[in-house]
């Protein structure tokens, strides 16, 4: 219950940070993306149940505060919070990269499912401004971001003890 709540305020105050600083700090042409980076770590730590609905409640405080087309963000970090919970359910447990790797990932892969979905929704989708002109950028940017919010999220939620019992353990 307590890790929910952190969880939960921690991807508020990165929503609001997002749509009040970050969304119109630029930096070369790219734009960081603080909640992106804030999801995924916490999805790293917690899981892809905890990813994903932190990546849906992230998504749509920021669809809500910047009007957007409601429910495309929150697919979309839904989407990010989940496949990095698998990842970090899977495969990166207790390495170094796995934080830098995530965010890179998942930065390019929301940058392109962006543009997907705006596409589909016959919205105006700039694909060469994204995906050519910012998308070094911003990639850089939110690998620049990932060590400090991966800390902070590390010292939020510390890693829980597993005990996994084998079959011999049941039997005794």
Do not use: C, H
């Amino acid at each position: 219950m307590i890790d929910a709540l952190k969880i939960g305020v921690l991807i508020f105050l990165a929503a609001v940070l997002q749509s009040s600083v970050f969304s119109s700090a630029s930096v070369l042409g790219g734009t960081p993306d603080v909640l992106l980076v804030t999801i995924v770590t916490v999805a790293l730590m917690r899981g892809a149940t905890t990813g994903a609905v932190a990546g849906f409640f992230g998504g749509l405080v920021i669809d809500i505060a910047l009007l957007d087309t409601l429910g495309m963000t929150s697919l979309l970090l839904t989407l990010a919070g989940y496949w990095s919970g698998r990842y970090g359910e899977n495969t990166a447990s207790r390495r170094r990269y796995a934080p830098y790797l995530a965010v890179g990932v998942m930065t390019v892969l929301y940058l392109v499912g962006a543009v997907a979905l705006r596409f589909m929704l016959a919205e105006p989708a700039p694909a060469r401004e994204v995906l050519v002109d910012t998308l070094l950028q911003s990639v850089a940017l939110n690998l620049l971001f990932t060590w400090p919010i991966f800390a902070l999220v590390r010292r939020l939620l510390p890693r829980r003890l597993v005990v996994r019992l084998g079959p011999e353990a049941a039997l005794g």
